[in-house]
């Protein structure tokens, strides 16, 4: 059941899909004080769940978040904010409910932060709805969530197979070099992507003509040989005479106006840029249809950057510090001058203050970018989405996003931004799957090998081992930092039989996700969920169920040969180092200590389960789905989901067969 609750005026953010009648009665659960402020009491055994994207555990509890879509390439323990708004949660313990507090603006969360017991949800205004669904299991509340706030995006089956990016790729010899690179070593590869070096100056919807001479052949041939090439698009279009967007933006005003309706001017990687009002349906519909010039250039992908949006710096800003570091460098500075001096540098980039100085243009309303700054890169994802739906009705279009909020999982996927190469990012990429799928974000992953700061051969190995297993799987790395092509590490060939297993198990795994989109389900979720009474398994932090077979328990730690894992019943465990050398051994319930050296890939096979699994191929054009056996249980059988992978019509019934029958 779920009861819609509204309080002022909010901001309609199209999160919810379907028309639900306004609750008569009292908000249950939280205290609410203005209607700003929301709190609720904690038993000590509650857990919290949710809130999409944020750091930390899978239980929230112990820390204080804030859903304010921030470019922050240095996420932390004591982070806050990462690119993406998602406030739905689930209170898990003597009570069973959750909650989805839709609110286009910044929203705070203290979750026993300040009080261990309490819990207190904070917005800025008070024009706010707020969902509460109970129901009689987690999954039970998040199938109801989903449901209202619409079917999950559908990714093309190539977007399953291992992909190669890094922001450094200048050319198209860069890129050619990189798929003969790895041919020559027979790694499977489905997609490269192309970071803002394909663009002339970095404008969106150019291509650099001196370094990619001929796009077109070079997609063409590419594409011959299985390989999709993945565009970066972001959202600032550079301020430059004689450039079509920014000159048809600005005729048009589709841009994004400061306080006297002017354009406003930001600045990212360009330089100087306008910021499209992807609030304004005709911005959208003006944006979208852009695509078209990649996609008739055989562009079947996108990823969608720096839409929080990410801000360098905007001009007034940029004019106040410089002046003041002026004034600052002509004193002997001391303690105050110098923290003065570097919190004015620091406050350049990504100012929360600089939110006031911006408007959108929503159905003829003037509405301060701080209103609504959770909901840019939703309606930049929504903006490609729909046009995707008018340029290629029948074919999907492959699309992730780094920001959102919930309703953008309808058009698009996300990857989860600027992570470190660190061993608690491992662990941080598995944390977000659940929370992620929770709010409608199938498709996704992170950066395989870590995008920030330098990645080592064990760390490539043992994230991989966890990718292995997300829809997304893509090895990115930042300009700068040491060199993460597979194909750079001595021990290649283990990475090699780590993507050839991942090629065997894309059956299993784009079955999973394509089911779990068609029936609003989780593909990854917490132990807890399906053990609720089980107190060991509410504890456990870093294991995940996949889909109804599998639980992954990824090695998160340098230098370990193993980990402690916990069954919460019966399982085989698999251990793998090639597609074609493994052996299972049946665990009982408990917890155990399991080894597993850098080239194995361990993960379990529940109860009276089987999952299918086949061989690999050079990309997922060529696989061949009638070579699929069943890895398990004796006498267990499967429900495959399989289909064409591209047609953007996919019925759950006619694609569903029952294997090892
Ligand atoms: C942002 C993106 C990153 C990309 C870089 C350059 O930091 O998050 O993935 O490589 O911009 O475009």
Redesign the pocket.
Known sequence: MIEKFIFGDPVETYAVCENLPVSEGTLPYFKNENNTKFTLMLDEEDIVYGLGEQVRGINKRGWKYRACNS?N?NHQEDTTSLYGAHNFFIVSGRRLFGAFFDYAGIIDYDIGFTHRDTMTVTTEDGNICVYIISGESEKDIVKQFRKMIGQSYVAPKWAFGFGQ???GYKSEEDIRTVASEYKKRGIPLDSIYL??DYMERFKDFTINGEAFPDFEKLVADLKNDGIHLVP?I?AGVKIEDGYSVYEEGVKNNFFCKDENGKDFVGAV?PGKVHFPDFLKSETREWFGDKYAFLIDKGIEGF?N??NEP?IFYCEDRLESVMKRVNELSEQNMGIDEFFEFTGLVEGISNNIDDYDKFYHDIDGKKVPHRKVHNLYGYNMMRSAGEAFGRISPDKRILMFS?SSYIGSHRYGGI?Q??NKSWWSHILMNLQLMPSLNMAGFLYTGA?TGG?NADATEDLMLRWLQLSVFTPLMRN?S??GTREQELYRFDNCSDCKNIIEIRYGLIPYIYSEYMKAVLKDEMMFYPISFDFRDDEDARNVEDQLFLGNEIMIAPIYKQNARGRYVYLPEEMKMVRMRSLSDYETETLQKGHHYVRAELNELVFFIRKGKAIPIGDSAENTSKLDASWIKLIGYDNATYELYDDDGYSTACNLNENIRVIGK
């Open positions: 470019d390439p990016s890094r922001w970071d803002i970066i972001d990687w990823w950057d720096m990410a780094r990857w931004g600027d950066d995008f990115h930042a300009l």
